[in-house]
């Protein structure tokens, strides 16, 4: 099995690569995994931007995003409409597809203005962490430790408890 996490932004500072090795070790007694980081667009934050540079923008992240992911993989876009699953849901999600025949999956995290409706559209599942809004570097952490917990809860281990 292969993960791919692809995220659009900087690293962050140096606690958010720690969390985020600590997690890809832990991942990769379970699976292949592979962090991606695609540079944003640059925007002028300091101008009053209008829709159309935002969605020029994210469609230029869109395609740089879509050059990535692996060929066959399951598409996971992380945006605020997708589901809200709890970690068990993400476990049973992962064995359901792997058993279907995916044997690669791709977690997508955009820039801070989010994911292209296409992008959006081309993704098999839109997954929501949660109705608040977190940086793009702690949705990293986060993301990696809920594949993490994912196999454990897969796995039986009391490490989900």
Same mark, same amino acid.
């Given at each position: 099995?292969?993960?791919?996490?692809?995220?659009?932004?900087?690293?962050?500072?140096?606690?958010?690569?720690? !969390?985020?090795?600590?997690?890809? *070790?832990? &991942? @990769?007694?379970?699976?292949?995994?592979?962090? $991606?980081?695609?540079r944003p #667009?640059?925007?002028?934050?300091?101008?009053?931007l209008s829709?159309?540079?935002?969605?020029?923008?994210?469609?230029?992240?869109?395609?740089?995003?879509?050059?990535?992911?692996?060929?066959?993989?399951?598409?996971? !876009?992380?945006?605020?409409?997708? *589901?809200? &699953? @709890?970690?068990?849901?993400?476990?049973?999600? $992962?064995?359901?597809?792997? #058993?279907?025949?995916?044997?690669?999956?791709?977690?997508?995290?955009?820039?801070?203005?989010?994911?292209?409706?296409?992008?959006?559209?081309?993704?098999?599942?839109?997954?929501?962490?949660?109705?608040?809004?977190?940086?793009?570097?702690?949705?990293?952490?986060?993301?990696?430790e809920q594949?993490?917990?994912?196999?454990?809860?897969?796995?039986?281990?009391?490490?989900?408890?």
């Amino acid at each position: 099995m292969r993960i791919t996490v692809i995220y659009c932004g900087d690293n962050g500072a140096e606690y958010f690569n720690s !969390a985020s090795k600590e997690y890809e *070790k832990r &991942i @990769s007694a379970f699976s292949e995994i592979d962090v $991606v980081k695609i540079r944003p #667009e640059p925007l002028d934050e300091n101008k009053n931007l209008s829709q159309n540079v935002i969605d020029k923008a994210l469609e230029t992240e869109a395609d740089k995003i879509l050059s990535v992911i692996p060929k066959g993989a399951y598409k996971i !876009a992380l945006c605020v409409e997708g *589901k809200k &699953i @709890s970690s068990e849901d993400l476990s049973a999600l $992962v064995d359901d597809k792997r #058993e279907m025949g995916f044997s690669s999956f791709a977690f997508i995290i955009g820039s801070s203005y989010g994911l292209s409706s296409r992008l959006k559209k081309l993704c098999d599942y839109k997954l929501s962490m949660s109705a608040m809004t977190f940086p793009h570097q702690l949705a990293r952490v986060m993301l990696l430790e809920q594949i993490y917990r994912a196999f454990t809860i897969s796995a039986g281990k009391r490490y989900h408890k």
